[in-house]
């Protein structure tokens, strides 16, 4: 990708000398160069200008950009096509193309040149978000390769190697971060040996977590032809975490299908604080993550609940924040602002 009034911008220069006696020359680069530092930051800024500026142009094509990916998808084939159209002309204004195609639709790969084709025939599976996506099954996986090490440094790096942005490993990697937690309790060095009975405990997890590698979880949330489409959040808490789960439930006639969207937890804190205050943080979490879901799946959904057996919380929400203490007082209120009493 090139630009135009480059001499206002600092290059990135090449020293180029043909001979011995030959007068060196400097080169200076007016494109994006790959392989350095700030190419990935780059290549994301780019397309973020990019949307600003002709974004207007291309409404369907605006939205669904991840880092420097594009990840979508219609209900039917002809709007997928015209998601095609508009992500190629909006690109096309900046003088980019796309390149790896990849979909589930075997109609849609006839408007797709083979050059420009993810190689289909190497694998079905493909990274989406992190997260594998196999075309054929039409569904997500997981390859998590742990390390053989028993460190504390080496733990973190177990825990981060699983990327889960939706949180569908959310039990798993939330009894790994309670593990680690522990850890900081007993002042454990980053590359000091875990003591035995901790090391153990953690080799038995390790080869559990070769299961994860077996899920297959539908990409596809909907029943066919859906009438109805209800939300449904739940929330919970113990003394050692807390986490919410958002499910989304679709209904034709008799025919019911109920899905995981997504989760959120967290790991309780250090200082000790009551699991009746720890359900008031897991109710708020549960209202914001159902927030940021109905702004991510843009369908229009008739019902939304939430549900929580904490009879201790569900009492705090009727009260006026004013009348509460301030730790439950500001959790409240949020939450208020967030859900209606109803739901």
Not at 127 to 149: E, M, N, R, Y
Not at 231 to 237: I, K, L, P, Q, T
Not at 289 to 308: M, T
């Amino acid at each position: 990708m090139g630009f135009n009034g480059a001499r206002a911008i600092f290059w990135p220069r090449i020293v180029w000398e043909s001979g011995e006696n030959d007068t060196v020359k400097t080169y200076k680069l007016n494109t994006v160069t790959y392989g350095t530092t700030s190419a990935p930051y780059l290549a994301t800024r780019v397309l973020h200008q990019l949307v600003k500026d002709e974004g207007q142009c291309f409404p369907l094509a605006a939205t669904d950009f991840y880092m420097d990916d594009v990840l979508t998808g219609g209900d039917s084939l002809e709007e997928v096509r015209e998601l095609q159209i508009q992500f190629i002309r909006l690109l096309a204004r900046a003088g980019m193309e796309l390149h790896k195609w990849r979909t589930n639709a075997s109609n849609l790969r006839s408007n797709i040149s083979e050059e420009k084709e993810y190689s289909f025939s190497c694998s079905s599976e493909t990274k989406a978000l992190g997260i594998l996506w196999d075309h054929l099954t039409d569904c997500f996986s997981f390859k998590v390769l742990p390390g053989p090490q028993n460190t504390k440094r080496a733990v973190l790096s177990n825990i981060a190697r699983i990327f889960d942005p939706l949180g569908l490993l959310g039990p798993v990697i939330t009894v790994a971060k309670i593990f680690l937690q522990r850890l900081w309790k007993l002042k454990i060095d980053w590359n000091d040996s875990l003591p035995e009975r901790e090391a153990e405990e953690w080799e038995r997890f390790l080869n559990s977590l070769h299961s994860i590698n077996q899920l297959c979880i539908p990409r596809h949330v909907l029943c066919e032809f859906p009438e109805k489409l209800e939300v449904h959040g739940f929330a919970d808490a113990s003394d050692r975490a807390y986490g919410a789960v958002v499910y989304l439930k679709s209904s034709a006639g008799e025919r019911n299908c109920v899905r995981l969207l997504c989760s959120k937890s967290r790991v309780a804190p250090l200082k000790s604080i009551s699991v009746p205050k720890l359900e008031l943080c897991a109710d708020l979490l549960l209202a914001q993550l159902v927030k940021r879901v109905l702004c991510a799946i843009k369908l229009e959904i008739k019902d939304i609940y939430f549900w929580s057996d904490s009879t201790i919380v569900l009492a705090r929400i009727q009260h006026e924040p004013w009348e509460l203490k301030t730790f439950v007082a500001n959790r409240i209120a949020a939450i208020q602002e967030l859900t209606k009493k109803e739901q």
